[in-house]
Nanobody, 120 residues
Framework: QVQLVESGGGLVQPGGSLTLSCTAS????????MGWYRQAPGKQRELVAR??????????NYADSVKGRFTISRDNTKNMVYLQMNSLKPEDTAVYYC???????????WGQGTQVTVSS
């Protein structure tokens, strides 16, 4: 079983920046698609960003709401994925979850979540 652990959440002022990290263990990391989701109070969990496997060139996808502000990246040598968040807005406030799935998406894993709060 793949274990995912997020870190880096916290309180930041509007316009500020924050970087989240996710460490994966328990399986071969390089062939897993990795992503970040978030769930704000009273809302459904939504995809924030996704980065495909190195086998596919590491192509990325972003929610329209974060394009140009967030950047997802991965380091396969460290079994880690990152989410750099810039120009943060109050509406970015949510619990952010690390996600992983294997090539056929027959297995999917989630981290425990890390709170990001954007407020003055």
């Amino acid at each position: 079983q793949v274990q995912l652990v997020e870190s880096g959440g916290g309180l930041v002022q509007p316009g500020g920046s924050l970087t989240l990290s996710c460490t994966a263990s328990g399986s071969i990391f390089s062939i897993y698609t990795m992503g970040w989701y978030r769930q704000a109070p009273g809302k459904q969990r939504e995809l924030v960003a996704r980065i495909l496997t190195g086998l596919t060139g590491g192509r990325t996808n972003y929610a329209d709401s974060v394009k140009g502000r967030f950047t997802i990246s991965r380091d396969n040598t460290k079994n880690m994925v990152y989410l750099q968040m810039n120009s943060l807005k109050p509406e970015d406030t949510a619990v952010y979850y690390c996600n992983a799935y294997n090539p056929l998406r027959s297995y999917e894993y989630w981290g425990q979540g890390t709170q990001v709060t954007v407020s003055s």
